[in-house]
């Protein structure tokens, strides 16, 4: 697909890996609208980059995806590319939780992850079916494919975005095959996310680079650095892939 002249929305733009998305798709001429909850990150993005426009949203909250389409729909109807980027992820352990808490943590990031993407994305398509060429890009991670031990509902949350993604892309292709779908599976990045963790982390900027160049050759499926290899490793020697990632 052509990385010009489209009408994006960034979910999370305002840090880490959607920022970089956001810078890439500004440099090339798009007009880019982002979302995210913190004024001043929001307002930090567009210090940068004068000509984004910025929305306030909490996706944990139903109203106000709502009120994000209505903006949307009355300042940006020519939307024609959706990123679902806005992701968080919480640590559990299952034989410690206590059950209230555990509650309202679990339905937060299972919405925030999954279920604002999948409502997003519903409200986005009649305007996005609306142009020649159009897609959704959802992120999803390495994690989707082989969990790790401290992260129960994120890695289920991923493996959810991962098999959303393709069952769209099959719809999408039947019925309306002018929306491309996307996935970008990411290995571990050095954002707010992970400070303080991990090692052989990568850029969110390589990302945003590997990200628009798959969307460049229409390849749907975009593993992202490590994830190629992870790929081979969990096809060929699963139990293997499944070490590796347990206790990352
Ligand atoms: N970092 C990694 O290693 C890694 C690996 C694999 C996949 N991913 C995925 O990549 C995506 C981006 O992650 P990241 O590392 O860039 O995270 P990040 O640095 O923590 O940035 C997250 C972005 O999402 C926004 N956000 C978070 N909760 C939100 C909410 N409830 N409503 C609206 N916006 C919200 C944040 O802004 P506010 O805080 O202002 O809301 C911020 O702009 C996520 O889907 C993540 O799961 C990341």
């Known amino acids: 697909m052509k990385l010009s002249g489209h009408t ?9 890996v959607g920022l970089a998305l956001t810078q890439e798709f500004y440099k090339k001429d798009n007009r880019v609208i982002i979302c995210g909850r913190s004024p001043e990150k929001l307002a930090r993005a567009q210090e940068e980059m004068s000509e984004i426009e910025t929305i306030q949203c909490d996706l944990a909250k139903d109203d106000d995806i709502k009120n994000l389409l209505n903006v949307i729909s009355t300042k940006f109807p020519e939307l024609s590319l959706l990123v679902n980027n806005a992701g968080v992820q919480l640590n559990y352990n299952f034989t410690e939780v206590e059950p209230e808490q555990a509650f309202r943590d679990i ?3 299972t919405q925030v992850n999954f279920n604002a993407m999948v409502k997003l994305t519903t409200l986005c398509l009649p305007l996005l079916r609306k142009h020649t060429e159009s897609a959704i890009v959802n992120v999803s ?18 493996a959810a975005v991962h098999i959303f993604s393709q069952s769209l892309r099959y719809q999408m292709e039947d019925d309306a095959p002018n929306v491309a779908v ?4 990411l290995p571990m990045v050095d954002t707010d996310m992970t400070k303080g963790r991990g090692k052989g982390k990568i850029s969110s900027k390589q990302v945003a680079d590997e990200v ?6 229409n390849n749907y ?9 992870l790929v081979w490793i ?5 139990w293997l892939a499944k070490r590796i990632l347990r206790g990352s």
């Not at 994006?8 to 880490?16: H, I, M, R």
């Not at 628009?212 to 050759?217: D, F, T, V």
């Open 212 to 217: 628009l160049n798959a969307l460049s050759k």
């Open 141 to 158: 991670s390495g994690l989707a494919l082989t969990p790790k031990s401290s992260a129960p509902i994120y890695c289920a949350t991923k």
């Open 107 to 109: 339905d937060w990031e």
């Open 234 to 238: 969990n096809r060929f020697a699963p």
């Open 182 to 185: 996307f996935e970008a599976i």
């Open 8 to 16: 994006v929305l960034v979910t999370g733009g305002s840090a880490g």
């Open 221 to 229: 499926e975009i593993n992202v650095g490590k994830v190629k290899l």
